[in-house]
């Protein structure tokens, strides 16, 4: 019999491990005696001991039974238990929201995250490294920690805290709140998932930009919501596109479009109101880097123009702190609190109160909005660098879309097409560079090569070495020329690059 130890831990604990997979697997079937202790001993090469502290402890937990003189047996009950290696047909059912999780995520292939191997990445999504606020934050958390009640929080979230995120989008964001209404989240990925837990079913229609946040999209997807994507131009959503069929939820982004950048004009702002109220629609404000405007004041948040309540806003601290964070925040209507509460009651009864604390400390003591306003010169100088290197190693094909806000811009390669774009990052990299694709944050993908340059995460210096480099990426990507026609009919079809671009096609399709 072949045992494999496992090489985790004290030998006699190895050997139990192996030994009872090898019973479970069937190996050692009903009935079968294990080989005598010695045997088994020499031929592991390790003491007689280790093979019967094993089997001691195999006996105490009933998977063999010892007859006296005559050596260990497989527990006779065992045979109901022994398992075949399942596979998804032998697999006891799983629930539909499983089931559209296998289709839709693809957990080795999530947009946005760096890829290996690259000097300078352009990742969109991550905030400037301050490492005074590394060591700011760290004291911030030693001193909560000493303070902080080991009990469960409350699951809305600590007062102090929700005290302190109003003050703050008072100040900051237009809004005026009532703490009562603040709900305190890991991050705006749990906010989305307890609005479709409390404000859609099944089969409901819920309306997204196009382009829209991908995750927004997937979570939609594993509810099994239907998706009504409506498209935007430089005014933001366009209100004048909304489906007639009544959307149970719109999501916007409109301080500034995630990706396309752009900012919800006052008139749409007012048209979406006017659309919501008519078909008793809600509205959910992704607000995740309107904090940074790099041409004047922040923009008031969409809910400070809301006379009905029904924004639903969310807010994040993965920006403007860091995204591992995960903490985040929501205002919920009045007449909503209880059930949002109750959604966060059931996945985590609250956030980490460490945490917690230490970040109501740090908005507070005016730590976090000093962060904030040098955060915010550090970026603009790193996007006017990004800008002019665009414009400058663009070679004149590079359109750049409009946008002054957030911490990434939307760039246009023109003259090529979608199947083109992973031949652009395969050249990118091969360059030392993490380039990112547009494309995975559409619903129906235009076929055109866009790109998106996060510049939070480079330094000024970095940009600058990075810039000329993408200069010869383009270069050598348009001596290439664009793909033949037969290769752009092939990825249309889904045959090639099966694990980018076509998961996105793959996941319309379903969806009609
Ligand atoms: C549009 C949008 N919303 C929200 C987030 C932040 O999500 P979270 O707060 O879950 O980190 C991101 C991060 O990339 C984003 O792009």
Known sequence: MYLALDGNGPLHAQLTRALKGAILDGRYGEGARLPPSRALAAELGVSRNTVLTAYEQLRAEGFVSARIGSGSYVTPPLHATQVQRPTSTTLPPQSAFARRGRLVHDHGNLPGRAPEGARYCFQYGLPIVNPAVASMWARELARAAAYTSPNYPPTQGLPALREAIGD???????????????VVVSGTQQAISLCLRVLADEGDHAVVEEPQYFAVRELLQLHGARISP??????????????????????????????????????????????????????????????????????????SLDRGDRVIYIGSFSKTVFPSLRLGYMVVPRALREDFVTAKWSLDFGSSAIEQAAMASFIASGGFERHLRRSTRILAERREVLMQGLRHYGRGRVRIADSRAGMHVAAWVEGHGAADVERLLAIGLRHGLGLHSILPHYHAPPDRCGLLFGFASLSVAELREALPLFGRCLEEFEREGPAPVAALARQHRGEHHARRQPRQVRGRIRQR
């Open 230 to 303: 409506v498209p935007t131009d430089v005014e933001g959503l366009r209100c004048d596109l909304l489906p007639e069929r009544s959307p149970r939820l719109v999501f916007v982004t409109p301080s500034h479009q995630f990706p396309g950048g752009s900012v919800l004009s006052l008139a749409r702002r007012m048209e979406l109101f006017a659309y919501a109220r008519r078909h008793d629609a809600w509205v959910v404000e992704d607000d995740y880097d309107g904090e940074f405007r790099y041409d004047g004041r922040p923009l008031a948040a969409l809910r």
């Open 168 to 182: 703050y989008l008072a100040r900051r964001r237009g809004l005026v709140v009532d703490p009562a209404d603040v």
